[in-house]
């Protein structure tokens, strides 16, 4: 069983920045993120493959937001530049489960979800 926790959040304007991290316990290899914004289904964000430290992105965010993570912790961040107003969801941390080389990515655990408002 791997426990998620993640922290951060809350309100930015538009050409912020704000920084998520979180927490898992267990023997994971993949840690990533998640959102889901209201009316809309969960979409993917970015995912970090902790062992050889590979990182993948959504296309929306890429060059904008920044994945990291500690392998020996079990933590990772996602640092959120140049926000905007479409970048409005709860965000959701994710650990274990199957990430492909592709960067398809399959959890195995989910946080609760943190609030992240970007006003414009």
């Known amino acids: 069983q791997v426990s998620v926790a993640e922290s951060g959040g809350g309100l930015a304007q538009a050409g912020g920045f704000l920084t998520l991290s979180c927490a898992a316990s267990g023997r994971i290899y993949a840690m990533g993120w998640f959102r889901q914004a209201p009316g809309k289904e969960r979409e993917f964000v970015a995912a970090?493959?902790?062992?050889?430290?590979?990182?993948y992105y959504s296309d929306s965010v890429r060059g904008r937001f920044t994945i990291s993570g500690d392998n020996a912790k079990k933590t990772e961040s996602l640092q959120m530049n140049n926000v905007k107003p479409e970048d409005t969801a709860v965000y959701y941390c994710a650990a274990g489960g199957t990430l492909y080389s592709s960067g398809s990515y399959y959890p195995a655990s989910w946080g609760q979800g943190t609030q992240v408002t970007v006003s414009s």
């Open positions: 970090i493959n902790l062992g050889n430290g590979r990182t």
